[in-house]
Protein backbone atom coordinates (compact mmCIF):
# COMPACT_ATOMS: atom_id res chain seq x y z
CA UNK A 1 0.00 0.00 0.00
CA UNK A 2 1.61 3.39 -1.48
CA UNK A 3 2.30 5.80 1.49
CA UNK A 4 -0.10 8.83 1.45
CA UNK A 5 0.24 12.08 3.01
CA UNK A 6 -3.10 13.15 4.74
CA UNK A 7 -4.32 16.40 6.53
CA UNK A 8 -4.23 14.75 9.66
CA UNK A 9 -0.52 13.42 8.99
CA UNK A 10 0.43 16.88 8.25
CA UNK A 11 -1.00 18.41 11.70
CA UNK A 12 0.10 15.54 13.60
CA UNK A 13 3.83 16.17 12.28
CA UNK A 14 3.51 20.02 12.99
CA UNK A 15 1.59 19.89 16.04
CA UNK A 16 4.60 17.74 17.17
CA UNK A 17 7.46 20.18 16.31
CA UNK A 18 5.44 23.41 17.05
CA UNK A 19 5.17 21.59 20.71
CA UNK A 20 8.66 20.02 20.62
CA UNK A 21 9.92 23.40 20.15
CA UNK A 22 7.69 25.43 22.85
CA UNK A 23 9.30 22.30 25.67
CA UNK A 24 12.47 24.00 25.03
CA UNK A 25 11.58 27.61 24.64
CA UNK A 26 9.14 29.11 27.29
CA UNK A 27 9.17 32.14 25.83
CA UNK A 28 7.53 30.55 22.04
CA UNK A 29 4.98 29.17 24.47
CA UNK A 30 3.50 31.98 25.75
CA UNK A 31 3.13 33.94 22.84
CA UNK A 32 1.49 30.79 21.12
CA UNK A 33 -0.51 29.52 23.80
CA UNK A 34 -4.24 30.78 24.54
CA UNK A 35 -4.09 33.23 27.04
CA UNK A 36 -7.44 35.25 26.80
CA UNK A 37 -6.17 38.73 28.18
CA UNK A 38 -3.64 39.21 25.11
CA UNK A 39 -6.19 37.90 22.98
CA UNK A 40 -8.93 40.76 24.18
CA UNK A 41 -6.84 43.52 25.13
CA UNK A 42 -3.32 42.72 22.63
CA UNK A 43 -5.72 41.96 19.45
CA UNK A 44 -3.31 38.74 19.00
CA UNK A 45 -6.19 36.69 17.31
CA UNK A 46 -3.63 34.30 16.09
CA UNK A 47 -3.83 32.46 19.75
CA UNK A 48 -6.97 30.91 19.08
CA UNK A 49 -5.33 28.67 16.25
CA UNK A 50 -1.59 28.57 17.59
CA UNK A 51 -3.18 27.26 21.18
CA UNK A 52 -3.89 23.80 19.52
CA UNK A 53 -0.36 23.33 18.48
CA UNK A 54 1.08 23.76 22.04
CA UNK A 55 0.90 20.93 24.48
CA UNK A 56 2.14 20.83 28.74
CA UNK A 57 4.03 17.75 27.74
CA UNK A 58 4.89 14.86 26.03
CA UNK A 59 2.57 12.72 27.97
CA UNK A 60 0.07 15.80 27.04
CA UNK A 61 1.09 15.47 23.09
CA UNK A 62 1.47 11.97 22.66
CA UNK A 63 -1.90 11.22 24.21
CA UNK A 64 -3.70 13.82 22.07
CA UNK A 65 -1.67 12.93 18.72
CA UNK A 66 -2.51 9.27 19.46
CA UNK A 67 -6.03 9.63 19.61
CA UNK A 68 -6.22 11.98 16.86
CA UNK A 69 -4.36 10.39 14.68
CA UNK A 70 -6.59 7.06 14.97
CA UNK A 71 -9.88 8.72 14.85
CA UNK A 72 -9.23 11.73 12.39
CA UNK A 73 -7.35 9.31 9.74
CA UNK A 74 -10.64 7.72 10.04
CA UNK A 75 -12.74 11.14 9.42
CA UNK A 76 -10.31 12.54 6.77
CA UNK A 77 -11.55 9.23 5.09
CA UNK A 78 -15.34 10.03 5.34
CA UNK A 79 -14.95 13.70 4.53
CA UNK A 80 -13.10 12.67 1.55
CA UNK A 81 -15.39 10.16 0.28
CA UNK A 82 -17.86 10.20 -2.61
CA UNK A 83 -20.53 10.84 0.13
CA UNK A 84 -19.27 13.91 1.40
CA UNK A 85 -17.02 15.88 -0.13
CA UNK A 86 -14.67 14.25 -2.15
CA UNK A 87 -11.00 13.67 -2.70
CA UNK A 88 -10.73 17.27 -3.86
CA UNK A 89 -12.47 19.58 -1.67
CA UNK A 90 -12.67 16.71 1.36
CA UNK A 91 -9.70 17.56 3.00
CA UNK A 92 -10.05 21.03 3.57
CA UNK A 93 -13.28 20.42 5.16
CA UNK A 94 -11.25 18.36 7.44
CA UNK A 95 -8.70 20.97 7.84
CA UNK A 96 -11.20 23.62 8.64
CA UNK A 97 -13.30 21.49 10.51
CA UNK A 98 -10.51 21.01 13.14
CA UNK A 99 -9.31 24.27 13.34
CA UNK A 100 -12.70 25.70 13.67
CA UNK A 101 -13.31 22.84 16.94
CA UNK A 102 -10.34 24.05 18.39
CA UNK A 103 -11.63 27.77 17.80
CA UNK A 104 -14.92 27.07 19.67
CA UNK A 105 -13.79 24.65 22.12
CA UNK A 106 -11.73 27.58 23.82
CA UNK A 107 -14.68 30.26 23.59
CA UNK A 108 -15.93 29.17 27.60
CA UNK A 109 -12.39 30.16 28.73
CA UNK A 110 -11.94 33.31 27.27
CA UNK A 111 -15.46 34.49 28.31
CA UNK A 112 -14.07 33.81 31.70
CA UNK A 113 -10.80 34.77 31.74
CA UNK A 114 -10.44 37.81 29.10
CA UNK A 115 -9.91 39.83 32.09
CA UNK A 116 -7.24 37.49 34.25
CA UNK A 117 -4.02 38.38 32.87
CA UNK A 118 -2.60 35.13 34.76
CA UNK A 119 -4.68 32.25 33.21
CA UNK A 120 -3.63 30.61 29.77
CA UNK A 121 -4.56 27.50 28.17
CA UNK A 122 -2.46 25.44 25.60
CA UNK A 123 -3.38 21.74 23.61
CA UNK A 124 -5.34 20.34 21.06
CA UNK A 125 -7.83 17.75 23.68
CA UNK A 126 -10.85 20.37 22.43
CA UNK A 127 -10.10 19.89 19.15
CA UNK A 128 -9.53 15.93 19.97
CA UNK A 129 -12.78 15.38 21.48
CA UNK A 130 -14.82 17.31 18.38
CA UNK A 131 -12.88 14.58 16.16
CA UNK A 132 -13.76 11.88 18.37
CA UNK A 133 -17.77 12.75 18.47
CA UNK A 134 -17.62 13.26 14.88
CA UNK A 135 -16.33 9.61 14.86
CA UNK A 136 -19.13 8.43 16.73
CA UNK A 137 -21.77 9.43 14.37
CA UNK A 138 -20.70 7.04 12.01
CA UNK A 139 -19.53 4.27 14.31
CA UNK A 140 -21.42 4.65 17.28
CA UNK A 141 -21.27 0.85 18.50
CA UNK A 142 -17.76 -0.14 17.08
CA UNK A 143 -15.38 -0.53 20.35
CA UNK A 144 -12.86 1.85 21.04
CA UNK A 145 -10.44 0.30 23.84
CA UNK A 146 -10.41 2.22 27.44
CA UNK A 147 -6.46 2.41 28.26
CA UNK A 148 -5.88 0.13 25.21
CA UNK A 149 -7.66 -2.69 26.33
CA UNK A 150 -11.58 -2.34 28.09
CA UNK A 151 -13.80 -2.36 25.33
CA UNK A 152 -16.57 -0.17 25.22
CA UNK A 153 -18.93 1.11 22.45
CA UNK A 154 -18.00 4.67 21.32
CA UNK A 155 -21.46 6.09 22.19
CA UNK A 156 -21.11 4.45 25.19
CA UNK A 157 -17.77 5.82 26.03
CA UNK A 158 -18.34 9.17 24.98
CA UNK A 159 -21.28 9.59 27.66
CA UNK A 160 -19.52 8.29 30.10
CA UNK A 161 -16.56 10.91 28.66
CA UNK A 162 -19.02 13.87 29.10
CA UNK A 163 -20.08 12.70 32.25
CA UNK A 164 -16.56 12.88 34.01
CA UNK A 165 -16.34 16.34 31.87
CA UNK A 166 -19.09 18.12 33.85
CA UNK A 167 -18.53 16.55 36.90
CA UNK A 168 -14.28 17.64 37.09
CA UNK A 169 -15.22 20.95 35.48
CA UNK A 170 -17.81 21.68 38.44
CA UNK A 171 -14.91 20.26 41.15
CA UNK A 172 -12.00 21.26 39.64
CA UNK A 173 -12.68 24.01 36.76
CA UNK A 174 -9.23 24.28 35.89
CA UNK A 175 -7.33 23.46 37.79
CA UNK A 176 -4.10 21.06 37.29
CA UNK A 177 -3.89 22.88 33.65
CA UNK A 178 -6.53 20.73 32.45
CA UNK A 179 -9.25 23.01 30.93
CA UNK A 180 -12.56 20.31 30.92
CA UNK A 181 -15.09 22.83 29.57
CA UNK A 182 -13.03 22.69 26.36
CA UNK A 183 -13.33 19.36 26.23
CA UNK A 184 -17.03 19.20 26.61
CA UNK A 185 -17.46 22.42 23.96
CA UNK A 186 -15.02 20.00 21.81
CA UNK A 187 -17.45 17.53 21.92
CA UNK A 188 -20.44 18.83 21.43
CA UNK A 189 -19.01 20.62 18.00
CA UNK A 190 -17.91 17.43 17.16
CA UNK A 191 -20.98 16.39 16.59
CA UNK A 192 -23.62 19.05 15.76
CA UNK A 193 -20.36 20.88 13.38
CA UNK A 194 -20.59 17.23 11.27
CA UNK A 195 -24.47 17.51 11.48
CA UNK A 196 -23.92 21.26 10.32
CA UNK A 197 -21.71 20.80 7.02
CA UNK A 198 -23.63 17.79 5.96
CA UNK A 199 -27.47 17.59 6.81
CA UNK A 200 -28.55 14.87 4.48
CA UNK A 201 -26.77 12.67 6.56
CA UNK A 202 -29.21 12.90 9.44
CA UNK A 203 -30.81 9.83 8.64
CA UNK A 204 -27.08 7.56 7.92
CA UNK A 205 -26.73 8.69 11.70
CA UNK A 206 -29.78 8.19 13.03
CA UNK A 207 -29.49 4.38 11.40
CA UNK A 208 -25.96 3.93 12.52
CA UNK A 209 -27.59 4.87 15.83
CA UNK A 210 -30.43 2.85 15.89
CA UNK A 211 -28.63 -0.30 14.37
CA UNK A 212 -27.34 -1.97 17.81
CA UNK A 213 -25.88 -5.34 17.14
CA UNK A 214 -25.60 -6.64 20.43
CA UNK A 215 -30.00 -6.64 19.72
CA UNK A 216 -29.85 -8.14 16.46
Known amino acids: MPFTITITLIIVVITVVVSYLCFNNPQLKNRLVHHPYSVERGKEYYRWITSGLVHRDWIHLGINMFVFFQFGSFLEKQFTSADYFGSALGPFVFLVFYIIAIIVSDIPFFNKHKDNPYMSSAGASGAVSAILFAYMLFLPWKNIYLFGIIPIPSIIAGVLYLIYESRAHQNKGTSGGI ?30 LTNIPYFQ
Open 179 to 208: NHLAHIFGALFGIVGTIAIKPDMIPTYIHN
